[in-house]
Structures are given as C-alpha cells and as structure tokens.
C-alpha cells in the first residue's frame, strides 16, 4: 500500500464482507464508496440526509470536507422521487455544486434501502503565499 495512502473504515459489516474502505484517499484526492443512510419507512430523503451525514464523518476522517466535494453520484430505486433527494442535495451542497449524477437502480443491498450515495472530493494544499524567488533565474 502506497504510504500516502489513507483509508476510512465506517465499522459496517458489509466493509469486511465486501471488502472495501468506506473512503480512500490518495494524495489530495479522497472517494467515498456508496454510502446509505437510516431512516423511517419510505422516507427517500431522511435516508439521503443521513448518507450525507455519513459521508460528511468519512471525509473527516481523510482530512476533508464537504467543501472539498467535486463529485456525487446519487442512486435511487425510484426516480419518480429524484426532487426529494435533490432537495437534500442541494441543502448540502448548494453554494459548493459538485459535478452530479442521479440514477435509477433496481434495488441496493438491502430491500428498505432507496437511495446510495458516493462522494469524491480534492483537498486543496494549503495557499502558502507567494512564491518568492530564492536566486537569480529562480
């Protein structure tokens, strides 16, 4: 494994089973796997606010932030209820506006499941003022 490279572990099962990290980065690039959420019954965007919230701890975790999000692809089981999920969205990541995708899937890992989310991000390195010449043609 590179030594640059970082991985997030979430603690779910399906990680060992599947395996695979809830979030990798390499560099200034971090992916978050597909993420779902809990929620009640039926309610599409209380599953998506809590992925959100599950990729927003992930992204810590790698030293990021939403902030840094350049990416989503949204899975639903039921397109017919895309607003819902990209009212969640844009309240997330409104002034950010990620690179997006929505897609209709026939079903997640588990049958209550309705909505996946995955998240990549680049972390910017940190603005160390200019860059001042230390001799001639330099």
């Known amino acids: 494994m590179p030594a640059n ?5 979430s603690g779910s099962d399906f990680e060992s089973v599947v395996g695979y990290s809830r979030a990798v980065r390499v560099g200034p690039h971090v992916a978050v796997a597909g993420t779902t959420g809990a929620g009640p019954a039926g309610d599409i965007a209380a599953q998506a606010r809590d992925a ?4 927003e701890i992930a992204l810590q975790q790698a030293g990021a932030a939403l902030s840094d999000v350049v990416r989503t692809r949204i899975f639903v089981t039921d397109i017919a209820r895309w607003r819902e999920v990209a009212a969640v969205h844009a309240a997330a990541f409104g002034e950010i506006r990620p690179a997006a995708t929505m897609v209709e899937v026939s079903a997640l890992i588990a049958p209550e499941l ?10 910017a390195a940190p603005d160390t003022g200019p860059k001042v010449p230390s001799g001639p043609g330099e």
Do not use: G, K, P
């Open 52 to 55: 959100l919230r599950r990729i």
């Open 114 to 123: 309705m909505v996946e989310i995955e998240a990549d991000a680049y972390v």
């Open 5 to 9: 490279r970082t991985v997030v572990s």
